[in-house]
């Protein structure tokens, strides 16, 4: 344990944030024998050997320099490229100047929240949500403020995740300096249509906040090639900045590579937050992240047909059991389920451990409106996922 002492002497801002709730869980399970493990936001397949090539040529032919704080040109041009062919408009297409290279989305959040919000400031955030928003803002002395969504019915009875934008006005005080939305959302897969994207904006406009949109999961859609995006309804002169990594839909978690999309005025301020930061992403990485987007659909409308699998394996299971509450999610990984029963999320991630040899994440990670779920990554093959949800409903039948 550290010494009280030695707390004392550092930042409060750096120690406020607290343990995830997913590490928690997963370092208590780990290493056990057969478990199959849903509880981390990432798939079973490694990268593919086309964007490891890349990274391999990159090295034998010694691009092991510093490298551009923006990013390689050739990147950048890639990431322009891709985001015209995806969410290009008769608005216009994209251009390198927009695009800064981070190490994975959590460093271009970082930087969002860098150049948006500090000590005093406050930034709403639809919950529950992933952890890794609140704890950002924590570090960098600005408070989370959080506006539930809520798990309704639809008309045919079958539940979805919505947000009522009148709840995120009214959260909304002078100290507000930025609305984080992430859609598709993690934990809870809620995708947010045009109209809520556009009373979003149309509030952002109005009390002058910023928008931080993680849209990482935005091509993990089951309700067409992409789910909505700010993209769709925004101007150019718009406040948002747009959070994007390569970790999802390529399977490259481990590599740390995304971007972070910001108005190119920005340009210089968001070099330096990247120089006093990380200096840069690999070269080799870089060149690999721009394989993945140049020669990736193939890879990611594959892995898309096997999540569709293993998303309707465990949910037609859960629904057999009647004994689970959720949302089939229209994007993301997730699914993010209520047990009859199930009052203390983490006691019960621990005994899913314990007795059916499955690591979950216990829903009060995720923050207000968390207790009592359980978020379940189902990025896996749908045979293990079939396997997964037969203990998961034995468990349910046993307790
Ligand atoms: N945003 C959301 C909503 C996420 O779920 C994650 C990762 O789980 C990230 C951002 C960060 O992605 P990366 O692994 O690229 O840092």
Request: proline content about 7%; glycine content about 10%; some cysteine.
């Amino acid at each position: 344990m550290t010494s009280p002492s030695l707390l004392n002497a550092i930042r409060p801002e750096a120690r406020a944030a607290r343990q995830s709730g997913i590490v928690e869980l997963f370092n208590y399970g780990r290493g056990r024998e057969g478990l199959i493990p849903l509880w981390v936001g990432e798939g079973d397949l490694p990268t593919p050997d086309f964007i490891a090539e890349a990274a391999r040529r990159s090295f034998a032919a010694g691009e092991t320099f510093y490298t551009a704080q923006r990013g390689l040109p050739a990147f950048r041009e890639a990431i322009a490229a891709y985001m015209t062919r995806c969410y290009g408009g008769p608005g216009g297409n994209f251009s390198p100047e927009q695009f800064f290279v981070t190490a994975g989305g959590m460093h271009a959040l970082q930087i969002a929240i860098r150049l948006l919000a500090g000590p005093g400031d406050e930034v709403i955030t639809p919950a529950p949500s992933w952890p890794n928003f609140e704890a950002a803002l924590t570090i960098s002395g600005a408070s989370t403020v959080c506006v539930p969504l809520e798990l309704g019915s639809e008309a045919g009875g079958a539940l979805r995740w919505r947000l009522d934008p009148r709840r995120v006005a009214s959260a909304i005080t002078p100290r507000t300096r930025a609305i984080v939305i992430n859609s598709p959302g993690n934990p809870t897969g809620w995708t947010a249509g045009l109209p809520e994207l556009e009373a979003l904006l149309a509030l952002a406009r109005e009390h002058g906040l910023w928008i931080i949109a993680d849209e990482i999961y935005g091509r993990i859609s089951f309700e067409g090639a992409r789910a909505p995006s700010f993209h769709d309804v925004m101007a150019p002169t718009d406040r948002i900045l747009f959070v994007q990594t390569l970790s999802k839909n390529w399977a490259m978690t481990g590599w740390r590579v995304g971007w972070l999309e910001a108005p190119p005025e920005l340009g210089d301020i968001i070099e330096n937050l990247i120089q006093y930061s990380t200096s840069g992403v690999a070269t080799p990485t870089q060149r690999a992240a721009a394989a993945a987007l140049e020669e990736g659909e193939d890879f990611l409308s594959r892995q898309m047909a096997r999540l569709r699998a293993s998303r309707d394996v465990l949910c037609d299971a859960l629904a057999a059991s009647g004994r689970a509450r959720f949302a089939r999610p229209p994007g993301s990984f997730y699914l993010f389920c209520a047990f009859d029963g199930v009052v203390d999320s983490r006691a019960a991630a621990m005994r899913i451990v314990e007795e059916a040899n499955l690591g979950l994440a216990p829903g009060s990670a995720f923050g207000p409106g968390g207790e009592g779920f359980m978020r379940i990554c189902f990025a896996r093959d749908p045979v293990s996922m079939g396997e997964a949800a037969d203990r998961l409903a034995r468990w349910l039948a046993s307790s």
